[in-house]
């Protein structure tokens, strides 16, 4: 089954201890992104990547890190995790961006960020 | 002003009805339009995408596309409980947006047995 999985699925953590969100897909998919959703603030994208070892910031990159070693991989880190990160965040796959067409983003199931 | 725009509501609709979902983008260079579907704590989820200008038909969906007017909406007919959730609007490209789609901030449908 095409899908992009997420791990955990809740999580609530303390104040600046070091963690990472796991996102793999296994569409073979060249676009990955990482968007935390807020009441009130919408989707806003954290960091995107359009291949291995290409990634860049988005709206919201502050206060946390990604790498895409492989194709199917995009880790989110939080360094120093801090309450106003408690969020529910998704990662998202595409094929590409730009080329019109049914062309959209598959997400994960997401993940419920508690930071206290 | 919002790159993309939608009603917040709630839109009330009763059963059977027809839903009807506007979503406005301020980029005339926008190319392509998505309409997703989220149920409260789940994941958006494609229902249609849509590029060329008019009517695009997925069952008891209907996207429109206006360009010149840079509107895009959304039909669900024969509404049933089931379709009541957050509908974001999202659109490709949007001003120096970059890389990614930029979603509306959603309409919530309430569908009314």
């Known amino acids: 089954e095409a899908q992009v999985t997420q791990n955990p699925r809740y999580l609530i953590t303390v104040t600046g201890k070091k963690l990472t969100v796991t996102c793999s897909q296994n569409?073979?998919?060249?676009?990955m992104s990482w968007y935390r959703q807020d009441p009130g603030l919408g989707l806003r994208q954290i960091y995107y990547?359009?291949?291995?070892?290409?990634?860049d910031k988005g709206d919201v990159p502050e206060g946390y890190k990604v790498s895409r070693k492989e194709k199917r991989n995009f880790p989110l880190i939080l360094e120093s995790p801090s309450p106003n990160q408690t969020s529910l965040y998704f990662c998202a796959s595409s094929p590409s961006l730009g080329t019109g067409g049914d062309y959209g983003y598959t997400f994960g199931s997401g993940t419920r960020l508690t930071v206290v | 002003q919002k790159e993309v725009e939608q009603n917040s509501g709630p839109l009330s609709v009763p059963e059977g009805a027809i839903a009807s979902l506007n979503c406005t983008y301020s980029?005339?260079?926008?190319?392509?339009f998505f309409w997703y579907r989220q149920y409260s704590g789940k994941s958006p989820e494609l229902i249609m995408s849509i590029y060329s200008n008019g009517d695009k038909e997925d069952g008891r969906f209907t996207a429109q596309l206006n360009k010149a007017s840079q509107y895009v909406s959304l039909l669900i007919r024969d509404s049933q409980p089931s379709d009541s959730a957050t509908y974001l609007c999202?659109?490709?490209?949007?001003?120096?947006?970059?890389?990614?789609?930029?979603f509306g901030g959603g309409t919530r449908v309430l569908v009314k047995p």
């Open positions: 999202a659109v490709y490209p949007q001003g120096a947006a970059g890389n990614k789609l930029t």
């Open positions: 980029d005339r260079v926008s190319q392509s």
């Open positions: 569409m073979n998919h060249e676009y």
């Open positions: 990547s359009m291949n291995v070892e290409v990634t």
